[in-house]
């Protein structure tokens, strides 16, 4: 026969309960107080019910002054305020979690640039409040702007020696020119002629150091696909009829992302025999990614150079154009592969992560 319980297992069973609960909470706490970044929790009205001893280590304040202040916004810098509101509005309505960077204000006006990480906290059927991480990047900061002054001056000494080494080969190859038409004769100047060939080679990897050198120095920024093939194709300066995606999509890439046309353009061009069009067009996989699809109608390439169309010195000039499009492609994640028949012109596929394109507003592209 079962019977019910007493009144006093049931508080027993309750007491027992809540010592656990105050014992696990006592532990969060202790954890929270060893780690170098601020751990904090907010309330539905984003004003403090937790932080650890690291925020007032952080920002200067004693333990009351920062428990008593009105809420998180009193810490951060005032010019970020506006978006950090909307970064928390949009983790309440969303359930979501997510990061933004910001700065904040310590209690002696001075400003540390730090990452928030936040999720909202699930209470009875409703958004409860705000929990999350501060991570002062100061630090990182500082050795970013190190790193920016040095690359800074290393690319000046680059452009300095690479002007004086062209003048000077652009001399070299005055000389050339002055020694052939001194003599007649044959042997030597076909030995000058090739000595001018050597050293037109010379200039193009000069020339080819400039271009690298550009690529991966300034943020990866979006830029609108079609925008960036029309500008190419214009800067070809040859009549070229164009085919562009019904449909435009905006690219996460680094700045030379429009070099990476220029350079297929012109090599269509100059291999490709007789092309007369080029089509660019997008599809996206089911997985998410986006292709964008380079066509021209020219010869195509060959079986055997496929693999090595876009190896450093492999080609028919310097070779260099189609290894700078694998690199700049490459500095956000994007591919590229050569899938053309030969014969029937070339076929570039370049995938585009999921996470590295947008669609312009209003667009739509197509499923592949």
Request: aromatic share 8%; proline share 3%; hydrophobic share 40%.
């Amino acid at each position: 026969m079962n019977t019910m319980p007493h009144n006093s297992e049931i508080s027993g069973h309750m007491s027992a309960e809540r010592g656990l609960l105050q014992n696990s909470e006592s532990r969060f706490r202790d954890l929270a107080d060893l780690l170098p970044q601020v751990v904090f929790e907010l309330d539905e009205n984003l004003k403090f019910t937790f932080f650890n001893w690291y925020a007032i280590k952080i920002t200067g304040y004693a333990y009351d002054d920062l428990s008593k202040r009105t809420g998180i916004f009193d810490i951060i810098r005032e010019i970020d305020r506006p978006s950090v509101e909307l970064f928390f509005t949009r983790l309440q309505q969303d359930i979501t979690s997510g990061h933004i960077e910001c700065g904040l204000v310590t209690h002696d006006g001075r400003e540390i640039p730090a990452i928030i990480y936040a999720s909202p906290v699930i209470g009875e059927n409703r958004i409860a409040g705000i929990h999350g991480v501060i991570v002062d990047i100061a630090e990182q900061k500082r050795l970013e702007k190190a790193l920016e002054v040095t690359n800074q001056k290393l690319n000046m000494m680059n452009s300095v020696t690479r002007h004086d080494v062209l003048n000077n080969i652009t001399g070299l190859l005055g000389l050339c020119d002055m020694l052939g038409e001194m003599t007649a004769d044959s042997n030597a100047r076909m030995l000058l002629s090739e000595i001018r060939g050597q050293v037109i080679k010379i200039k193009d990897q000069i020339l080819f150091t400039r271009d690298y050198q550009s690529v991966g120095v300034k943020a990866p920024q979006w830029q609108g696909l079609c925008q960036s093939v029309r500008d190419a194709a214009s800067a070809i300066g040859r009549d070229i009829a164009l085919d562009l995606p019904g449909s435009d999509a905006e690219i996460y890439a680094d700045p030379f992302f429009g070099r990476i046309f220029y350079n297929l353009i012109d090599n269509s061009f100059r291999h490709g025999g007789s092309v007369r069009k080029i089509s660019v067009e997008t599809g996206v996989m089911p997985e998410g990614d986006l292709v964008i699809r380079y066509c021209d109608d020219g010869i195509g390439i060959p079986m055997d150079e496929k693999h090595l169309i876009f190896e450093q010195g492999y080609g028919k000039n310097t070779g260099f154009g189609l290894f700078i499009i694998r690199e700049i492609l490459g500095i956000t994640g994007l591919t590229i592969r050569e899938t053309g028949r030969p014969g029937s012109g070339v076929l570039f596929e370049i995938t585009v992560p999921k996470a590295a394109w947008r669609l312009n507003k209003g667009e739509r592209v197509q499923g592949t």
